[in-house]
């Protein structure tokens, strides 16, 4: 498969938003948020945020899954805006992928109330929950506490007894958040607006998930440092994203 196309169009947009990325960091981002995920049973997964969608369409290139619908309403102050739509559009027709990624152009409760007949095998929240549900307060003290554990029970309601939710987002402390806030790394982050994990998992709790695994996650450039995954010193030090890993409560008999 060519993938020189999806790698110019990352490149473009890298320029374009002052982000950098490429493809080898997506590959490897990808590896790790689907290492709980059987090739067999991802038939059909659901990005709630789909966004610029370069990681979707590379998951479909190199066929770690079959289907994939995104959900975004594209907001630009959110990181994305209409030209990352029309350019994933191109993308998905350029690899002829029209069968195999859907998009739909709204946010994830439209989604839900329009599409409640669908079921996901997985679910992503990769970078969107400090978008849905924005306050610097720790959230379970803030307003929208009880309308985030709604969006996680909403998740519920379109996902089987196996479904696997995976969330990616960054910390609110640690040292590159610190370094940041004292001004002595750049970061586009503002980590004020983020959580610290036990604050989305108690909510994700009520929500009627459980959590499965937990990882810190270790950048594409510290790699080669990969036991930082599992250990308190990868938080407090190279990591500030944790990606967790959810599977439905049992129901109730
Ligand atoms: C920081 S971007 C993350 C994009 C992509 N998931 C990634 O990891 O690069 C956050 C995305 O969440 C989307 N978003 C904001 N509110 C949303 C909502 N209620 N439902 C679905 N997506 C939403 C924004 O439009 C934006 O594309």
């Given at each position: 498969m060519d993938i020189s196309y999806l790698e110019a169009e990352i490149l473009q947009r890298s320029e374009r938003r002052i982000v950098s990325t490429a493809i080898d960091n997506l590959r490897y981002y990808n590896e790790k948020i689907y290492r709980?995920?059987?090739r067999a049973d991802a038939t059909q997964v659901l990005y709630i945020g789909i966004g610029h969608g370069h990681d979707a369409l590379l998951a479909l290139l190199d066929n770690r899954v079959e289907k994939i619908i995104g959900a975004d309403p594209y907001i630009s102050c959110d990181g994305n805006d209409e030209?990352?739509?029309?350019k994933l559009l191109g993308l998905v027709e350029h690899y002829s992928l029209e069968n195999r990624l859907t998009l739909y152009k709204g946010t994830i409760e439209d989604f839900c109330a329009s599409r409640s007949d669908l079921r996901f095998d997985a679910i992503f929240m990769l970078d969107v929950l400090h978008h849905i549900f924005i306050t610097r307060s720790p959230?379970?003290?803030?307003?929208?506490?009880?309308l985030a554990v709604e969006t996680f029970r909403m998740l519920r309601s379109i996902s089987t007894d196996t479904t696997h939710l995976i969330v990616s987002e960054k910390t609110r402390r640690g040292l590159r958040p610190f370094l940041s806030r004292i001004g002595i790394r750049y970061s586009s982050a503002d980590y004020s607006t983020k959580q610290q994990f036990t604050q989305w998992n108690r909510l994700a709790r009520k929500g009627g998930w459980r959590l499965s695994h937990l990882h810190n996650y270790v950048p594409h450039s510290f790699r080669r440092f990969k036991f930082l995954e599992n250990t308190?010193?990868?938080?407090?030090t190279l990591c500030d994203r944790y990606l967790a890993y959810y599977l439905p409560q049992a129901s109730s008999p």
């Open positions: 709980y995920l059987k030209e990352d739509y029309g959230i379970t003290r803030s307003p929208l506490a009880d308190p010193l990868g938080r407090l």
